[in-house]
């Protein structure tokens, strides 16, 4: 069940910033691609990112390019990363935007929607959507056709 929350403020820079961030993880091939809206659920944030990849390697790519664009439209770098180095699940903590880029598997593990199932799901802009459901068509690497 989706929560029932105003839609994000127009010009909001928090938003802005969520979806330069699932923007820039769609450059990168990441599948999955959602933001939810936590406002009002909890103080740690008021959005979060989530996003899948296909390998360990893709996890840490994505993450890094993830920063490559705050840096490129001059936004402050995250004010922690974790779990970069393993590279299965890195979390990428701007204070009121919180990035989650998965190793496929370990995302379903953790299962981060059922967890936060009361917050709201903004729609991604046109564009962006387009770019999540190529992404999310494109085989597994290693997938056999059944």
């Known amino acids: 069940m989706t929560g029932k929350i105003d839609p994000p403020p127009a010009g909001d820079p928090i938003w802005e910033r969520a979806l330069l961030c699932a923007e820039a993880a769609l450059e990168k091939k990441a599948f999955d691609v959602s933001i939810l809206d936590v406002r009002g659920l909890t103080s740690i944030a008021d959005y979060f990112v ?14 890094e390019f993830i920063e490559e664009s705050c840096r490129k439209h001059e936004l402050a770098p995250p004010l922690s990363v974790e ?20 190793y496929h598997p370990v995302r379903a593990f953790y299962d981060l929607e059922r967890l936060w199932s009361q917050a709201a799901r903004p729609p991604l802009p ?13 085989p597994s690497f290693g997938a056999h056709p059944r």
């Not at 296909?54 to 993450?63: E, G, K, L, P, W």
């Not at 046109?126 to 992404?135: D, F, H, K, P």
């Open 83 to 102: 779990g970069r180095q393993a590279g299965q699940w890195v979390l990428l903590d701007f204070g009121d935007l919180v990035v989650h880029v998965f």
């Open 50 to 63: 989530l996003a899948s990849a296909r390998s360990d390697t893709q996890v840490r790519a994505i993450a």
């Open 126 to 138: 046109a564009a962006l959507e387009l770019a999540r459901q190529a992404n999310d068509l494109q």
